[in-house]
């Protein structure tokens, strides 16, 4: 049986770090999604491609090449080239959420993700991984908290990487973004009854990832041995 653990949530709710953890202790490869869309976003910049044209961000999805490569710290290749840190800024953040409601880039990174997955499995982390990339997982948990967490969270971590930042202006950009995601047209943030919510707004990321553990291997245990 393959193994799909399908984390959602908007940004600054600790997705990455829990989904990292979550894969650790269960002994599966971490996908992170929302590198992926980073990472088309970075291209588009890169080659000045307007980011409301369609065509040409599918183009450029279907032509790019993403890795991941495995290790302590995880690494995302773009073309060859570790991005893993380029892709971590608020304007690729934001260029993320402007390519990811093209339906033809979606369409492009969602059969990458699910070739991913089924090949051995997976904590796969995004926006509509329980939606849309693998609604059949019975393990889907939605990450939320209450909007000025989020970004209290993010400008510490700008702070710590030497960045400039006002809490103000990460706050309205974590709305913002919340918006975009919410409201596109294809494969909006949300999340059904098939979930579980997690609001992570005064939990540690400890107990956040031991209640994820937790779930799965109570339904793992509670199937009939293999014979």
Wanted: charged share 30%; with cysteine; hydrophobic share 35%.
């Amino acid at each position: 049986m393959t193994l799909i653990v399908a984390i959602d949530g908007p940004s600054g709710v600790g997705k990455t770090t829990t989904s990292k953890l979550v894969a650790r202790e269960l002994g599966l490869p971490h996908i992170d999604t929302g590198a992926m869309y980073r990472a088309i976003g970075l291209a588009a910049i890169r080659r000045g491609i307007d980011l409301k044209e369609g065509e040409k961000l599918e183009s450029l999805a279907s032509g790019t090449h993403i890795e991941f490569v495995p290790g302590e710290t995880p690494r995302v290749l773009l073309e060859g080239e570790d991005v893993t840190h380029l892709i971590r800024t608020p304007e690729i953040s934001m260029a993320a959420s402007d390519v990811s409601a093209v339906p033809g880039v979606r369409r492009v990174l969602v059969r990458l993700q699910q070739e991913l997955g089924r090949r051995n499995g997976g904590v796969l982390e995004g926006r509509d991984i329980g939606t849309k990339v693998f609604p059949e997982t019975r393990h889907k948990f939605f990450l939320t908290a209450r909007p000025e967490v989020r970004a209290q969270r993010r400008y510490r971590e700008l702070l710590a990487k030497g960045e400039a930042a006002d809490f103000e202006t990460v706050l309205a950009d974590c709305v913002q973004r919340d918006e975009q995601d919410s409201t596109r047209a294809d494969s909006p943030l949300t999340w059904d009854e098939t979930y579980t919510v997690v609001d992570t707004s005064d939990l540690t990321i400890g107990e956040v990832v031991d209640e994820i553990v937790q779930s799965v291997r109570a339904f793992l245990d509670s199937l009939p041995p293999h014979r």
